[in-house]
């Protein structure tokens, strides 16, 4: 059985952002797919400190929260959903705090699983919010999940966010869409394989040389 892990960024286990990614999860499961709700917002969750030592260990060295925990229910998922408040016009704190840890510490693969983001904000901020969070997926060659508008909903509230009818409606096609590329994805890598994937190069320019 496929399974999506959905991470919500949000410190309201039931807000706005929850609203957006329980319409997701009601489609995943008429698809017949496992999910796997994280709330992140309401913990505390530090930064990356640059520190190196996953490199050595291949997770993150620090272990009080619940990123390592994270980043194995990533390694075994196809596909990942990360839902963000807007904070300021951007993802809030914690939530990039939670995704540049394990997308930085884990040297699992992270190819060909499908990614989504999904943003919810009062009145502004949205797009550019979006924008941040589709980068770790497109970093990772991760194919990225598109629906029929950008993947907002707009609300202070849960019960704002039920009346946003088109945002609901975005979400929906969203998981569908999303439930469609994890099943084609599943079926071209038993057809195909998966393809060569080169990582000779990492230029800095260190030493002026390439
Ligand atoms: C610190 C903070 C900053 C915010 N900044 C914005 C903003 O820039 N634009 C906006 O439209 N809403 C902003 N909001 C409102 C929330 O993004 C919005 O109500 C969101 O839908 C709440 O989602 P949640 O219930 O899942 O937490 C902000 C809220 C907080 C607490």
Not at 56 to 75: H, I, M, Q, T, Y
Request: a positive charge.
């Amino acid at each position: 059985m496929s399974s999506i892990l959905i991470v919500n960024g949000s410190p309201h286990a039931n807000g706005c952002t929850a609203a957006a990614l329980e319409e997701m999860t009601g489609v995943f499961q008429a698809e017949g797919m496992e999910t796997h709700l994280l709330h992140v917002g309401n913990k505390s969750i530090r930064g990356c400190i640059s520190c190196g030592t996953c490199g050595k260990r291949g997770k993150c060295v620090f272990s009080d929260d619940p990123v390592n925990e994270a980043a194995d229910l990533f390694e075994k998922a196809d596909g990942l959903v990360v839902g963000s408040p807007v904070y300021y016009g951007s993802p809030n704190r914690n939530l990039i705090s939670f995704l540049d840890r394990p997308f930085y510490s884990t040297s699992f693969s992270k190819h060909m699983k499908v990614g989504a983001a999904v943003v919810s904000c009062r009145r502004g901020g949205n797009t550019a919010s979006f924008d941040v969070l589709n980068k770790y997926f497109t970093i990772s060659g991760m194919p990225v999940a598109s629906s029929t508008y950008w993947n907002q909903v707009h609300g202070f509230t849960a019960a704002d966010v039920k009346k946003d009818l088109e945002g609901l409606q975005t979400m929906r096609n969203l998981a569908r869409n999303m439930a469609f590329l994890i099943r084609a994805i599943a079926d071209a890598k038993e057809k195909y394989g998966l393809q060569t994937v080169e990582r000779k190069f990492f230029t800095s320019f260190q030493d002026g040389k390439q």
